[in-house]
């Protein structure tokens, strides 16, 4: 963990930002955290295409790329040009035949500060995404920047306490999640209106919860990046936040909007929480075998 504060900003906007118009978009976005003070940005996953695991198309591993791709320098570019660091969620080829799901960490100068690969690929209808993408195999990690100790992870990895927990134990400052997740027509589709509206306004609750559950029980501050906007018969439920290390959420974007939230990440703040609430002190580490196996 750092010694210094730094101000996170989490971007929330639609996906397919390859568009001329919307690269552009995405660009002033991006612009627009700075301007407000960002030092960190945090952008959703895979925000430079549609959600194509939507399908399972082989055609869809020709929009794999590494960072040497002009979208990627570009970022890059501008990360150095505004003097923050990005994390830019991806496509990545790693070889012909393996690709995985992966988030970059462009730092304030422009270097590559880090590279996080998806751990945990869930596979659900609309959310194809094992046809696509190889398990990580970086491991959890906190990412040294400029500006302070990123623990990146990926939308499905937000489940798993375990992943939280590791990322938690390398240092990190904040927990940050670029997310790519919504509501499914297909399945609201089987319940009445009224039992659709319920069971969405659970599932948003859920998805919310576990993530403030990682901020308490780690002491940290979590934040997620969501996308918004409808992709075939998904609509993403935005809902981007950001949480204290007591779990109370300091800021958060609607279901619709695209736009940038802000939170002073202050290692003063997760000190504290950890001295009163000492959960990482009276972990039993010596009774935690059986989580090896399945």
Known sequence: MSNQSFRLAVVQCKGNTLLPDRFARLKDLIREAAKGGGQVVLLPELILHDYFCIEENLRHFDLAHGLDAVPAKELQALAKELNVAVVLP????????????????????????????????????????????????????????????????ICWDQWFPEGARATALQGSDVLLYPTAIGWDDAESGQFSPEEAKALEARHLDAWITIQRSHAIANGIYVAAANRVGREGHLRFWGNSFIAAPGGEIIARMDSETEGVIFADIDPSCVEMERRVWPFLRDRRIDAYQGLLGR
């Open 90 to 153: 991806f496509f990545e080829k790693r070889a012909a035949g393996v690709y995985h799901n992966s988030a970059v960490v462009f730092d304030a100068d422009g270097s590559v500060a880090g590279l996080y690969r998806k751990m945990h690929i869930p596979h659900d209808p609309g959310f194809n995404e094992k046809y696509y993408f190889t398990p990580g195999d970086l491991g959890f990690q906190a990412i040294a920047t400029r500006h302070g100790k990123l623990g990146v992870l």
